[in-house]
């Protein structure tokens, strides 16, 4: 296991783009080249006393499901034709993920930079596209994490993470919030239902006469 780790702050999600702990604590950002990198110790220690938003994830993970992306804000936004350039590169006009804009490519338009299709020649009468030297997006593009992909069993807890005692109870609090707690007669496993006055019933398979109502009528 990798002694490598990001803080992801949930809060700053732009777009997919995961966002994360920028080194020297200058902010966030969703360049992932800009994150800081923490020990398996140092990551625990900020996830026990860090905020609910604030999430420590295994860097190998983060770094082998990265996307290319170009920011709009760092590319001209308008026709730039270069004398001599045989590699141009197309965006469309008006058409963001967060700040990213999304490239032609060889099957349907993608935010992934590494996908783009690169033509020897720009077509300037298509309208709606913008198009661009390869070279000019190419130095702009950042390596990303789409927050969509978080796996949170296999980036951090089988990447040695252990929840903080006050995110579980914050979790149950959500969980039961408006319903009240029964211990199963059978097993004694915890069950949270809205019903007060009685006992839905258990849903492990060893509980045959507590099932909950609408199982026991199959």
Avoid at 65 to 94: L, R, S
Avoid at 148 to 171: S, V
Avoid at 183 to 199: A, E, H
Wanted: net charge positive; hydrophobic share 35%.
């Amino acid at each position: 296991m990798a002694n490598r780790f990001y803080l992801a702050c949930l809060r700053e999600t732009v777009g997919s783009n995961m966002s994360f702990h920028c080194q020297n604590g200058l902010g966030y950002s969703s360049n992932i080249d800009k994150a800081q990198v923490y020990t398996l110790e140092e990551a625990q220690r900020g996830w026990e006393f860090g905020r609910d938003i604030d999430l420590p994830i295994s860097a190998d993970a983060i770094d082998a499901a990265t996307v290319w992306h170009v920011d709009h804000q760092y590319i001209p936004g308008q026709n730039i034709i270069t004398p001599g350039c045989n590699e141009y590169v197309a965006f469309m006009k008006g058409r963001w993920n967060g700040n990213d804009v999304y490239w032609l490519s060889d099957m349907m338009p993608t935010d992934d930079f590494s996908k783009a299709r690169v033509f020897a020649h720009p077509k300037e009468s298509e309208s709606g596209l913008v198009w661009i030297p390869f070279a000019t997006a190419d130095s702009k593009k950042r390596r990303t994490f789409n927050i969509n992909q978080l796996n949170r069993r296999t980036m951090i807890q089988g990447a040695g993470l252990r929840m903080p005692a006050w995110l579980k109870r914050q979790q149950r609090r959500k969980v039961s919030a408006g319903k009240k707690r029964w211990n199963c007669p059978c097993c004694g496993k915890i069950s949270w239902q809205y019903n007060p006055y009685d006992f839905d019933g258990c849903r492990d398979w060893k509980c045959a006469d507590y099932k909950p109502s609408c199982e026991a009528k199959l």
